[in-house]
Nanobody, 118 residues
Framework: QVQLVESGGGLVQPGGSLRLSCTTS????????MKWYRQAPGKERELVAS????????RYNDAVKGRFTISRDNHEDRLFLQMNSLKPEDTAVYYC???????????WGQGTQVTVSA
């Protein structure tokens, strides 16, 4: 079966760092644009970052640009999000998403909680 499993979330102080991982299986990883979304309490889900199929085309939400770095390892079928200079407003559940780019085919992970608080 298709699986996307996020890990690396947790509690961190403002200014701290976390590295999220998304371990995938059950689909051809390199066929998919990979994305991180997040959803904070009371807010809509928002796209945080995306990375193209070969790992070169990277795009970021303006709120995280310069602080977060998305990357992928096409040998391990894993997606990463390096999160630096974390702010309380980064607190959210972070979701890994695989997007085929056509036919409305998407896969989602279960999410991992990131809490930024003193």
């Amino acid at each position: 079966q298709v699986q996307l499993v996020e890990s690396g979330g947790g509690l961190v102080q403002p200014g701290g760092s976390l590295r999220l991982s998304c371990t995938t299986s059950g689909f051809v990883f390199t066929n998919y644009v990979m994305k991180w979304y997040r959803q904070a309490p009371g807010k809509e889900r928002e796209l945080v970052a995306s990375v193209g199929r070969v790992g070169r085309d990277k795009r970021y939400n303006d709120a995280v640009k310069g602080r977060f770095t998305i990357s992928r390892d096409n040998h391990e079928d894993r997606l990463f999000l390096q999160m630096n200079s974390l702010k309380p407003e980064d607190t959210a559940v972070y979701y890994c998403n695989a997007d085929l780019g056509r036919d409305n085919i998407y896969y989602w992970g279960q999410g991992t909680q990131v809490t930024v608080s003193a």
